[in-house]
């Protein structure tokens, strides 16, 4: 992926409609961006095909509004249909190879691993990032293996992509995700639920800066 390097990884926000107490998903991710959330994951794990895709209309015109990179979960035609900036997929998705196929060679294709061995052959295989995880217990994603801060630390010495850690990250732990020198900090409920969400990305940013 020629355009990697330019990617600000810092405070990746991953939607999940189910913590919004209400609050409109599109509004949010605004408020979150204008916070300083830097890259948007659009994750629907229920959501009919229809749902999902007027869904990633709405996120792709508020992303591309302030050039924001947009990532889809799981979705590869998804992706393609509002030309997304990326694909995310985890272990159980379709093949790296094949859904670099079939998005092609432009888009970002970030893959979840939770172990040395898959993080390796996932950059082997070609990903442009790994999000790693589950760091600390979620409630977001109950199948997510757990990952110690010292795993962590090892995978991020010994791959050359860009990391992004994942699970249960708040504005209380993200310091000890960070100062493993991981390229970025995937959080969901820790602005999703927030009642500012604005508020809530704008202090994980400052603590992110302080962490660098």
């Not at 949010?28 to 961006?33: D, L, M, R």
């Not at 030309?83 to 093949?95: C, R, S, T």
């Not at 110690?148 to 000890?176: F, H, Y």
């Not at 995937?186 to 994980?204: G, K, T």
Request: include cysteine; proline fraction near 3%; hydrophobic fraction near 45%.
């Amino acid at each position: 992926m020629s355009c990697n390097q330019s990617i600000d990884y810092s405070l990746y926000l991953v939607t999940d409609r189910q913590l919004l107490a209400g609050k409109d998903l599109a509004a949010t991710v605004e408020q979150a961006i204008l916070g300083g959330a830097t890259l948007v994951q659009l994750r629907e794990k229920d959501a009919s095909t229809r749902d999902f895709y007027q869904q990633a209309v709405l996120i792709k015109q508020i992303t591309g509004k302030y050039h924001v990179p947009l990532i889809i979960n799981d979705r590869a035609d998804i992706a393609l249909a509002v030309d997304a900036d990326g694909l995310h997929i985890g272990q159980e998705d379709l093949p790296l190879h094949i859904a670099r196929q079939i998005v092609g060679p432009e888009k970002l294709i970030g893959v979840s691993t939770a172990t040395l061995e898959q993080a390796l052959a996932a950059e082997a295989a070609g990903a442009d990032y790994l999000g790693i995880g589950a760091i600390f217990p979620t409630g977001t994603k109950s199948d997510a293996d757990s990952v110690s801060l010292e795993e962590l630390r090892t995978i991020k010495a010994k791959v050359r992509i860009p990391i992004v850690a994942i699970g249960g990250i708040n504005e209380t732990n993200i310091n000890s995700v960070m100062s493993v020198g991981v390229d970025g900090a995937a959080v969901v409920s820790a602005i999703l639920s927030r009642p500012d969400p604005l508020r809530a990305a704008a202090y994980l940013r400052q603590l992110i800066a302080l962490a660098y």
